[in-house]
């Protein structure tokens, strides 16, 4: 896509599998929102609200997510390879099978229960702690 889209609201809206590939996304809210297969890789998604968002199989590689909200979002086999997700807000998501490998987690919150069934390996935890390899599962 490759677009600047400035506090838009796709609040609830059906966007499976939407091409966000090195889209500037700042504020955006894609809160309840299906985007299942939707691809956000190289995006720089400043403070955008996925609150409640099917992000099934969703990519976020070299993503760029800082305060990003994914309150009770379903990133069920979603991919976070290097994204930088510093001070991300994963209360209540649902992570089985998300790969985080290579990605930043530094001051994200997010219980460490809800890693347990994620890729980890070389990720940078919240508590700094940065796992050699850790695969899914672990």
């Known amino acids: 896509m490759g ?9 609830g809206q059906d ?24 691809d956000f890789s190289s995006a720089y998604l400043d403070a955008a609200d996925f609150t409640q968002a099917n992000l099934t199989q969703a990519a ?6 800082v305060g990003a909200k994914f309150r009770q979002a379903n ?9 930088y997700l510093m001070d991300a807000d994963f ?3 649902h992570l089985l099978g998300t790969d985080f490998t290579h990605t930043s987690l530094r001051s994200a919150r997010i219980d460490s229960d809800r890693l347990k069934d ?7 935890l919240p508590d700094g702690i940065k796992p050699l390899v850790m695969p899914a599962g672990i």
């Open 60 to 65: 976020f590689c070299r993503a760029y997510l």
């Open 91 to 93: 209360e209540q998501a």
């Open 15 to 38: 966007l499976q599998g939407a091409d966000f590939r090195n889209t500037i996304l700042k504020g955006v809210s894609f809160a309840g929102a299906n985007l299942k297969g939707a």
């Open 75 to 83: 990133l069920t086999a979603a991919v976070l390879q290097r994204a």
């Open 118 to 124: 994620c890729c980890l390996s070389h990720a940078i």
């Open 3 to 11: 677009q600047n889209l400035f506090r838009r609201d796709f609040s």
